[in-house]
């Protein structure tokens, strides 16, 4: 039986990608931690530490499984605007408005970032007051601040939404 590889296998491989690096990364440094652990503890002995063994190397199945739950979970419309508002910030900073992009992530990071918690509508408030501050002249920076204040009413939509 011969198995052939289409345009669909290609689009889903391009966009499990970057959860396959992260895979790989992971694995690579278990390897890491096991060799450099052994180096440490080579010629002593510690009271209490379990004996240490090798990380088991996962085969390209187990980790495409593994990426494909990740990407799975990072689809969750929740993650996806917390995702699309933390690019936004980035590309504020990286637009010559990092200060605001900072304090808007200061908001997040204190009360938005936690996806097991409730929204905090007080804390989208203060963020989207943080964003209008600036410029709408800016005709880039207005876009990222449209995808940031965007990202922050789905947020407060989702949670009324939820509370219903």
Known sequence: MSTSFTITDQAELQKLAPFLETEARKDAANVHYFFTERARRRGTSFSGSAPLTPPRERSEAERLLAAKAAYAKNQRPEIALRRKLLFALADLGEHGYGHTAQRVRGHYDRD?????????????????IELLSIPSEDVVASGFVRDALAALAGLLVQSVQEAA
Do not use: K, M, T
């Open 112 to 128: 938005l970032a936690d996806h097991s918690a409730p929204v905090c509508p007080d804390a989208i408030g203060r963020a989207q």
